[in-house]
């Protein structure tokens, strides 16, 4: 028997019986289950309940065997002196803690439902992603909205804890914070960590003194990243060579191993020489765009705004010294929509929490929102279902929802798991 489901038994106070009693035979009525504990120690805390008429207030803990309370060892330990309830599944011995005094327990094995534990199996199949797909439809509209309302901004925290990071490290202004979202963002997962580490070695304050200067920003940051080859032919590599050299001196500057670059198994438009030009014409306007997310509304301008292009030079090329067909290197819609997710949103989001100011947090949603539903292979496991990806905000709370519920089987801690595990199963 799962301790988790034990658990959600005693929460939701899923018992076959209305009347309890413990193992001893004294009556129990549970005025409350208390709240779970995700720290060590006992599993729920602050629980309150009434034995033979006298009210306790304290800790539960719960085990699928009484004896495993002296298999972990809690009957030595005062932090569990404090457990007024085991809450067991097969009462094999009585257990004492720490100042030898018995603790009451109450046993579930004649009072769980066996078809309710049925279900319970059949949502937690470990060979479907998904195991409750075809019960979606059971579920309160109502539940399903703000469910996935609260899984965006589960999603947003998780983002927000790599800007907690930053912040840490010394990351003080708004548009230095952003300036390393988006470097790491422009290498699009394949290409993110040497984006980051590109950032962290090239500091953005030298990057704002050369903002007037397209080309001396592609100079700094190919030159910083090591992907210019100081054997090639190519004129316009000479020049970003040269003027590197010259700030690589001024400003004590070490470049990159090329070597942590990633072309293989990639489309070209995706090849890091590509993101770098385009990165170096966002950044020129890095002030504007920081003003604009922080302090103006309009997506559209915002889009706008992001929808830069590589120098002239990579119209010809994907590589230095490599010319081919005329393509312009401008960046689509959906690397912008993917910025907006992965970058501005839980900057706002982040920014929000921390200034108290719910304009910020509101936005950080809106522009979620405002962004199309992705397509990908988790937005897809929802095809076929009542579920409907309807945009951007969506598609992030399908992905936490995969991620860290459905996937590990978490169904107890879902919203809809735990609603559908109450109703009729039915198919």
Not at 50 to 62: H, L, M, P, S
Not at 210 to 218: A, G, K, R, Y
Not at 224 to 239: A, M, R
Not at 332 to 358: D, H, Q, R
Request: glycine content about 4%; some cysteine.
């Amino acid at each position: 028997m799962s301790e988790d489901f034990l658990a959600w038994v005693w929460k939701h106070q899923q018992f076959k019986n209305i009347q309890l009693f413990t193992t001893e035979g004294h009556q129990i009525k549970i005025i409350d289950p208390g709240m779970i504990n995700s720290d060590s120690g006992p599993d729920y805390f602050n629980s309150r309940i009434i034995i033979d008429g006298i009210e306790w207030i304290g800790n539960v803990e719960i085990h699928n065997k009484s004896s495993e309370w002296y298999t972990h060892r809690h009957h030595k330990d005062p932090a569990y002196d404090n457990v007024i309830l085991h809450l067991i599944y097969k009462n094999d011995q009585p257990c004492f803690d720490s100042k030898n005094r018995m603790i009451p327990a109450l046993e579930l094995k004649e009072l769980i439902d066996p078809n309710t534990y049925s279900k319970y199996k059949r949502l937690v199949d470990p060979m479907k992603v998904i195991s409750c797909k075809e019960q979606l439809h059971l579920i309160n509209k109502v539940n399903i909205t703000s469910w996935m309302d609260r899984l965006l901004v589960e999603r947003l925290s998780v983002k927000v804890q790599r800007i907690e990071e930053l912040h840490n490290s010394g990351i003080r202004s708004s548009a230095d914070m952003l300036y390393h979202l988006l470097a790491r963002n422009f290498g699009f997962g394949v290409n993110n960590e040497p984006f980051s580490m590109l950032a962290r070695t090239l500091h953005f304050n030298i990057l704002q003194k050369h903002v007037d200067s397209p080309f001396q920003m592609e100079s700094l940051l190919f030159g910083q990243s090591g992907l210019i080859n100081h054997g090639y032919n190519d004129i316009y590599e000479k020049q970003l060579l040269k003027e590197y050299d010259h700030f690589r001196t001024k400003y004590d500057l070490e470049p990159m191993n090329n070597k942590v670059w990633k072309f293989m198994r990639m489309r070209p438009l995706n090849f890091p020489t590509i993101r770098l030009s385009q990165l170096a014409a966002l950044l020129a306007k890095i002030d504007q765009l920081n003003n604009h997310v922080l302090y103006e509304h309009e997506f559209d301008q915002l889009k706008s705004n992001l929808m830069v292009k590589a120098s002239p030079y990579w119209n010809e090329r994907y590589r230095f010294g490599e010319a081919g067909l005329h393509v312009s290197k401008e960046l689509g819609k959906e690397s912008v929509f993917n910025i907006i997710i992965n970058s501005i949103c839980p900057f706002l989001f982040w920014m929000g929490k921390t200034s108290s100011n719910n304009v910020l947090i509101d936005k950080a949603f809106r522009y979620a929102r405002s962004c199309p539903p992705e397509n990908n292979k988790i937005t897809r496991l929802w095809n076929k279902s009542s579920i409907l990806i309807q945009d951007g905000g969506d598609s992030q709370s399908a992905f936490h929802l995969v991620s860290n519920y459905c996937s590990k089987k978490k169904c107890l801690n879902c919203a809809w798991g735990t609603e559908i595990l109450a109703n009729k199963w039915k198919g």
